[in-house]
């Protein structure tokens, strides 16, 4: 069975950055991509940032473009959203994701139900 973990969230203020963890254990499984989704209150689950992990090609929600970055690495099996310039509307909880569905270079997936591998979720609050 396979576990994404995440970790990093937490309290910061407006204009502050925070890094967050997403790490793969257990069986081996073959991923297309890896995503960062989050959700707040009431809201939908949108993604907010996803990798490629063969080749390293990104997607940004335009909300977040050029304040957050994304990025994996495969000795650790992990992949990293480090969030800068933070903002109150950040405010939610962000999952991991895996989507093992084979794709063609470039076409990240960007639907919640393309991704059928999630974390818990890690929360991350942003004061104004």
């Known amino acids: 069975q396979v576990q994404l973990v995440e970790s990093g969230g937490g309290l910061v203020q407006a204009g502050g950055s925070l890094k967050l963890s997403c790490a793969a254990s257990g069986r081996t499984f073959s991923r297309n991509t890896m995503g960062w989704f989050r959700q707040a209150p009431g809201k939908e689950r949108d993604i907010v940032a996803g990798?490629?992990?063969?080749?390293?090609?990104?997607y940004y929600a335009d909300s977040v473009k050029g304040r957050f970055t994304i990025s994996r690495d495969f000795a650790k099996n992990t992949v990293y959203l480090q969030m800068n310039s933070l903002k109150p509307e950040d405010t939610a909880v962000y999952y991991c994701?895996?989507?093992?569905?084979?794709?063609?270079?470039?076409?990240?997936?960007?639907?919640?139900?393309?991704?059928?591998?999630w974390g818990q979720g890690t929360q991350v609050t942003v004061s104004s």
């Open positions: 994701a895996a989507d093992t569905t084979w794709r063609p270079r470039g076409q990240i997936a960007t639907n919640v139900y393309d991704y059928g591998i």
């Open positions: 990798i490629m992990w063969s080749y390293g090609d990104t």
